[in-house]
């Protein structure tokens, strides 16, 4: 069966230092990959999203940056925090044939 | 563009009654897929239900249904015998399939729903 997993869970970062979330997925191939933000009781703004390793098509233009270097590996970075970065980040995947999205357990970043 | 409208912020239910939970799109395409995402207070998201815009009938996972009403562009979520677990945040997707593989979802703002005992 297929898992997706985010690291970490919980961070607190200072405004003006750097950033690296992973997700991964197991047990499928070629999955799109996505990165949403959700602000505190707020819906799903969709940032990212990748079709294939080293493809990424950018959604809201910030100062987030996401990477794909293997094919079920997905990364959000930032190389400068700001305050408006925090929230909680949603890592998910769709199949080529399935469309249902399966959400990863998600990170919650707090920017002071 | 396509845009998901959910006009209920937050809603409660008693337990065991049953509630509805709307939802409404905009699209021009024929061809699209529609959920139901449920978010508990742990924020994990889970799927509900969902349903394929070429078929009629209306999608059903045990006590969840779905009233989909194509014309009216409108899509509904019915939890019958609602019980405590259902407390969360319920969010409508749209999704449209483009032909280069890429599949772009459309999350409506949710729908708090709180179960009271």
């Known amino acids: 069966s297929q898992t997706i997993h985010q690291w970490p869970a919980t961070l607190v970062q200072p405004v003006g230092s750097p950033l690296s979330l992973e997700c991964t997925v197991e047990?499928?191939?070629?999955?799109?990959l996505y990165w949403y933000r959700q602000a505190a009781g707020r819906g799903l703004q969709l940032l990212f999203y990748?079709?294939?390793?080293?493809?990424i098509s950018s959604e809201v233009p910030q100062n987030l940056s996401a990477s794909r270097p293997q094919d079920r590996q997905f990364i959000l970075s930032s190389k400068k925090l700001l305050l408006s970065d925090s929230g909680f980040y949603l890592c998910a995947w769709s199949g080529r044939t399935v469309h249902e999205q399966f959400f990863g357990p998600g990170t919650r970043l707090t920017v002071l | 563009a396509q845009t998901v409208t959910q006009s209920q912020p937050e809603m409660s239910v008693q337990e065991a009654e049953t509630v509805t939970l709307s939802c409404t799109y905009d699209t021009s395409e024929s061809n699209y897929y529609l959920f139901w995402y449920k978010q508990p207070p742990s924020r994990q998201m889970i799927l509900v239900i969902r349903q394929e815009a070429y078929k009629q009938q209306n999608a059903t996972e045990n006590r969840f249904s779905v009233n989909f009403q194509k014309a009216a562009k409108s899509f509904s979520l019915k939890i019958s015998d609602s019980q405590l677990g259902d407390t969360a945040m319920y969010f409508c997707a749209f999704m449209n399939p483009s032909t280069s593989g890429t599949y772009k979802y459309i999350f409506g703002t949710g729908t708090r729903l709180k179960v009271l005992a």
């Open positions: 047990g499928t191939s070629n999955p799109n």
């Open positions: 990748s079709v294939g390793i080293g493809q």
